[in-house]
Protein backbone atom coordinates (compact mmCIF):
# COMPACT_ATOMS: atom_id res chain seq x y z
CA UNK A 1 0.00 0.00 0.00
CA UNK A 2 1.19 3.66 -1.21
CA UNK A 3 -0.10 6.41 0.73
CA UNK A 4 1.04 10.16 -0.79
CA UNK A 5 2.65 12.19 1.97
CA UNK A 6 -0.23 15.06 2.07
CA UNK A 7 -2.22 12.09 3.60
CA UNK A 8 -0.58 10.98 7.01
CA UNK A 9 1.06 12.80 9.62
CA UNK A 10 4.34 12.01 11.67
CA UNK A 11 3.52 11.44 15.28
CA UNK A 12 6.23 10.77 17.94
CA UNK A 13 5.43 7.47 20.74
CA UNK A 14 4.71 8.61 23.88
CA UNK A 15 4.85 5.10 25.49
CA UNK A 16 4.88 1.48 25.19
CA UNK A 17 2.81 -0.97 27.67
CA UNK A 18 3.27 -4.65 26.95
CA UNK A 19 0.27 -6.80 28.47
CA UNK A 20 1.71 -10.11 27.74
CA UNK A 21 4.07 -11.67 25.23
CA UNK A 22 2.30 -11.26 22.03
CA UNK A 23 0.01 -8.18 23.19
CA UNK A 24 1.14 -4.72 23.40
CA UNK A 25 -0.37 -1.18 23.70
CA UNK A 26 1.38 2.17 22.19
CA UNK A 27 0.34 5.50 22.97
CA UNK A 28 1.70 8.35 20.45
CA UNK A 29 1.28 12.23 19.91
CA UNK A 30 -1.74 13.21 17.73
CA UNK A 31 -2.25 16.14 15.44
CA UNK A 32 -4.43 18.43 16.34
CA UNK A 33 -6.64 18.31 12.79
CA UNK A 34 -6.91 14.90 13.44
CA UNK A 35 -10.61 13.98 14.08
CA UNK A 36 -12.24 10.88 14.75
CA UNK A 37 -15.77 9.38 15.80
CA UNK A 38 -15.44 6.72 19.01
CA UNK A 39 -15.71 3.14 17.18
CA UNK A 40 -13.41 3.62 13.98
CA UNK A 41 -9.86 3.27 12.59
CA UNK A 42 -7.15 4.54 11.62
CA UNK A 43 -4.69 3.29 9.00
CA UNK A 44 -0.96 3.48 10.73
CA UNK A 45 2.62 3.06 9.09
CA UNK A 46 5.51 1.84 10.30
CA UNK A 47 8.75 2.89 8.11
CA UNK A 48 11.06 -0.47 7.56
CA UNK A 49 15.02 -0.38 7.73
CA UNK A 50 15.37 -0.76 4.02
CA UNK A 51 13.16 2.78 3.67
CA UNK A 52 9.81 1.04 2.58
CA UNK A 53 7.11 1.68 4.73
CA UNK A 54 4.00 -0.73 5.47
CA UNK A 55 0.51 0.23 6.70
CA UNK A 56 -2.01 -1.41 8.62
CA UNK A 57 -5.49 -0.39 9.86
CA UNK A 58 -6.20 -0.34 14.02
CA UNK A 59 -9.23 0.89 15.99
CA UNK A 60 -8.38 3.89 18.27
CA UNK A 61 -8.48 2.66 22.10
CA UNK A 62 -8.58 6.00 23.81
CA UNK A 63 -11.49 8.36 23.87
CA UNK A 64 -12.15 11.09 21.00
CA UNK A 65 -11.61 13.87 23.19
CA UNK A 66 -8.00 12.53 24.36
CA UNK A 67 -5.42 14.33 23.06
CA UNK A 68 -3.27 11.51 22.55
CA UNK A 69 -3.67 8.31 20.51
CA UNK A 70 -3.56 4.71 21.31
CA UNK A 71 -3.82 1.54 19.58
CA UNK A 72 -4.02 -2.10 21.10
CA UNK A 73 -1.46 -4.91 18.79
CA UNK A 74 -1.41 -8.34 19.08
CA UNK A 75 2.11 -9.97 17.28
CA UNK A 76 1.53 -11.85 14.77
CA UNK A 77 4.64 -14.24 14.16
CA UNK A 78 6.82 -13.55 10.92
CA UNK A 79 3.70 -10.52 10.49
CA UNK A 80 5.53 -8.14 8.75
CA UNK A 81 3.62 -4.80 10.10
CA UNK A 82 3.58 -6.30 13.71
CA UNK A 83 7.11 -6.70 13.77
CA UNK A 84 7.66 -3.90 12.58
CA UNK A 85 5.48 -1.91 15.20
CA UNK A 86 6.86 -3.97 17.84
CA UNK A 87 9.77 -3.03 17.98
CA UNK A 88 9.01 0.57 17.89
CA UNK A 89 10.49 2.65 21.58
CA UNK A 90 9.41 5.75 22.89
CA UNK A 91 10.15 8.73 20.72
CA UNK A 92 10.31 6.56 17.53
CA UNK A 93 7.94 8.04 14.54
CA UNK A 94 4.53 6.69 13.90
CA UNK A 95 2.81 7.43 10.70
CA UNK A 96 -1.00 8.32 10.98
CA UNK A 97 -3.34 8.45 7.97
CA UNK A 98 -5.29 11.98 8.49
CA UNK A 99 -8.90 10.31 7.81
CA UNK A 100 -10.62 7.49 10.45
CA UNK A 101 -12.61 5.41 8.63
CA UNK A 102 -15.41 2.76 9.80
CA UNK A 103 -18.50 2.08 10.65
CA UNK A 104 -18.37 0.53 14.28
CA UNK A 105 -19.76 3.39 15.60
CA UNK A 106 -23.21 4.48 18.14
CA UNK A 107 -24.88 6.20 14.34
CA UNK A 108 -25.54 2.56 13.22
CA UNK A 109 -28.55 2.37 15.79
CA UNK A 110 -31.54 4.14 15.81
CA UNK A 111 -32.61 2.76 18.83
CA UNK A 112 -32.54 0.97 21.85
CA UNK A 113 -31.98 0.52 25.30
CA UNK A 114 -29.63 -2.03 26.04
CA UNK A 115 -25.91 -2.70 24.62
CA UNK A 116 -23.80 -5.77 24.21
CA UNK A 117 -20.27 -5.21 23.18
CA UNK A 118 -18.34 -8.36 21.81
CA UNK A 119 -14.80 -8.52 21.57
CA UNK A 120 -12.19 -10.98 21.30
CA UNK A 121 -8.44 -10.01 21.65
CA UNK A 122 -7.65 -6.91 20.48
CA UNK A 123 -11.49 -6.06 19.28
CA UNK A 124 -11.63 -4.69 22.96
CA UNK A 125 -10.07 -1.23 21.49
CA UNK A 126 -12.71 0.54 19.45
CA UNK A 127 -15.32 -0.72 23.07
CA UNK A 128 -12.65 1.29 24.83
CA UNK A 129 -13.15 4.30 22.94
CA UNK A 130 -17.13 4.33 22.59
CA UNK A 131 -16.98 3.60 26.69
CA UNK A 132 -14.76 6.64 27.67
CA UNK A 133 -17.28 8.86 25.89
CA UNK A 134 -20.40 10.47 27.28
CA UNK A 135 -22.47 9.24 24.29
CA UNK A 136 -23.04 5.48 24.64
CA UNK A 137 -24.26 6.13 28.22
CA UNK A 138 -26.70 8.83 27.28
CA UNK A 139 -28.44 6.92 25.17
CA UNK A 140 -28.67 3.18 26.78
CA UNK A 141 -29.68 2.07 30.07
CA UNK A 142 -27.69 -1.21 30.08
CA UNK A 143 -24.47 -1.59 28.66
CA UNK A 144 -22.87 -5.32 28.52
CA UNK A 145 -19.15 -5.90 27.91
CA UNK A 146 -18.11 -9.07 26.90
CA UNK A 147 -14.14 -9.40 26.65
CA UNK A 148 -12.69 -12.77 25.54
CA UNK A 149 -8.80 -13.90 25.66
CA UNK A 150 -7.41 -17.16 25.54
CA UNK A 151 -6.05 -16.75 28.97
CA UNK A 152 -6.22 -14.52 32.19
CA UNK A 153 -2.82 -13.45 32.08
CA UNK A 154 -4.03 -11.41 28.25
CA UNK A 155 -7.16 -9.43 30.14
CA UNK A 156 -5.59 -6.28 28.71
CA UNK A 157 -7.33 -2.60 30.32
CA UNK A 158 -8.60 -4.20 33.54
CA UNK A 159 -7.46 -1.18 35.27
CA UNK A 160 -9.34 1.08 32.76
CA UNK A 161 -12.57 -1.15 32.45
CA UNK A 162 -12.91 -1.44 36.29
CA UNK A 163 -12.46 2.27 36.88
CA UNK A 164 -14.76 3.62 33.87
CA UNK A 165 -17.45 4.70 35.68
CA UNK A 166 -15.46 6.12 38.52
CA UNK A 167 -14.34 9.11 36.45
CA UNK A 168 -15.69 12.49 37.44
CA UNK A 169 -17.75 13.00 34.09
CA UNK A 170 -18.98 9.04 34.26
CA UNK A 171 -20.36 9.06 38.02
CA UNK A 172 -23.78 9.85 37.14
CA UNK A 173 -24.07 6.36 35.17
CA UNK A 174 -23.04 4.07 37.68
CA UNK A 175 -24.67 0.68 37.61
CA UNK A 176 -25.31 0.72 34.14
CA UNK A 177 -22.36 -1.16 33.11
CA UNK A 178 -22.20 -5.07 33.03
CA UNK A 179 -18.40 -6.81 32.75
CA UNK A 180 -18.27 -10.42 31.83
CA UNK A 181 -14.68 -11.53 31.19
CA UNK A 182 -14.44 -14.76 29.03
CA UNK A 183 -11.53 -17.07 29.05
CA UNK A 184 -11.22 -19.52 26.44
CA UNK A 185 -8.35 -22.00 27.71
CA UNK A 186 -8.21 -21.34 31.62
CA UNK A 187 -10.82 -21.23 34.35
CA UNK A 188 -10.76 -18.86 36.40
CA UNK A 189 -13.03 -17.13 39.40
CA UNK A 190 -14.94 -14.33 38.02
CA UNK A 191 -14.70 -15.14 34.48
CA UNK A 192 -16.93 -17.34 31.94
CA UNK A 193 -15.07 -20.21 30.50
CA UNK A 194 -15.52 -21.23 27.14
CA UNK A 195 -16.03 -19.12 23.38
CA UNK A 196 -18.19 -15.93 23.17
CA UNK A 197 -20.55 -18.04 20.43
CA UNK A 198 -21.21 -21.13 22.75
CA UNK A 199 -21.86 -18.39 25.45
CA UNK A 200 -24.39 -17.08 23.95
CA UNK A 201 -26.00 -20.20 22.53
CA UNK A 202 -26.43 -21.88 25.73
CA UNK A 203 -27.45 -19.01 27.13
CA UNK A 204 -24.73 -18.65 29.90
CA UNK A 205 -24.05 -14.81 28.91
CA UNK A 206 -27.58 -13.47 29.40
CA UNK A 207 -27.64 -15.50 32.67
CA UNK A 208 -24.61 -13.82 33.57
CA UNK A 209 -25.49 -10.30 32.54
CA UNK A 210 -28.67 -10.75 34.14
CA UNK A 211 -30.99 -10.06 31.22
CA UNK A 212 -32.39 -11.12 27.80
CA UNK A 213 -30.78 -9.94 24.67
CA UNK A 214 -34.40 -9.12 22.86
CA UNK A 215 -34.35 -7.65 19.34
CA UNK A 216 -36.93 -4.86 20.55
CA UNK A 217 -34.27 -3.55 23.14
CA UNK A 218 -31.00 -5.23 22.47
CA UNK A 219 -28.40 -3.81 20.24
CA UNK A 220 -25.07 -5.39 19.33
CA UNK A 221 -21.43 -4.49 18.59
CA UNK A 222 -18.74 -7.05 17.43
CA UNK A 223 -14.76 -6.70 16.93
CA UNK A 224 -12.68 -9.47 16.63
CA UNK A 225 -11.52 -12.54 15.38
CA UNK A 226 -13.36 -12.63 11.24
CA UNK A 227 -14.69 -16.11 12.31
CA UNK A 228 -16.36 -15.00 15.45
CA UNK A 229 -17.72 -12.76 14.03
CA UNK A 230 -19.40 -14.39 11.11
CA UNK A 231 -20.77 -16.67 14.26
CA UNK A 232 -22.16 -14.40 16.04
CA UNK A 233 -23.88 -13.03 13.83
CA UNK A 234 -25.35 -16.12 12.59
CA UNK A 235 -26.83 -16.86 15.76
CA UNK A 236 -27.91 -13.62 16.29
CA UNK A 237 -29.83 -13.75 13.09
CA UNK A 238 -31.81 -16.95 13.80
CA UNK A 239 -32.80 -14.45 16.81
CA UNK A 240 -34.23 -11.70 14.89
CA UNK A 241 -31.41 -9.51 15.52
CA UNK A 242 -30.19 -8.15 11.47
CA UNK A 243 -27.11 -6.37 10.00
CA UNK A 244 -27.98 -2.60 10.45
CA UNK A 245 -27.17 -0.56 7.15
CA UNK A 246 -27.51 2.97 6.45
CA UNK A 247 -30.88 2.43 4.17
CA UNK A 248 -31.57 -0.12 6.82
CA UNK A 249 -31.06 0.44 10.59
CA UNK A 250 -31.06 -2.50 12.37
CA UNK A 251 -29.48 -4.29 15.70
CA UNK A 252 -26.22 -5.25 15.01
CA UNK A 253 -23.22 -3.46 13.71
CA UNK A 254 -19.62 -4.96 13.19
CA UNK A 255 -16.15 -4.30 12.67
CA UNK A 256 -13.78 -7.04 10.47
CA UNK A 257 -10.76 -4.98 9.07
CA UNK A 258 -8.08 -8.34 9.36
Not at 13 to 39: H, I, K, N
Not at 228 to 242: E, N, T, V, Y
Request: charged share 20%; proline share 3%.
Amino acid sequence: MTVSAEKFTRQQLLSVQAWSPSLFSLRCTRDPGFRFVAGQFARLGVRKADGSTVWRAYSMASAAHDEFLEFFSIVVPGGEFTSELSRLAVGDELLVERQAFGFLTLDRFVDGTDLWLLASGTGLAPFLSILQGQEVWQRFTRIVLVYSARSHSELAYQALINGLLQRDYLQEFAGRLRYLPVLTRDAQPGCLHGRITTLLQNGELEQAAGFALEPQAGRVMICGNPQMIADCRGLLKLRGLQLSLNRRPAQVAVENYW
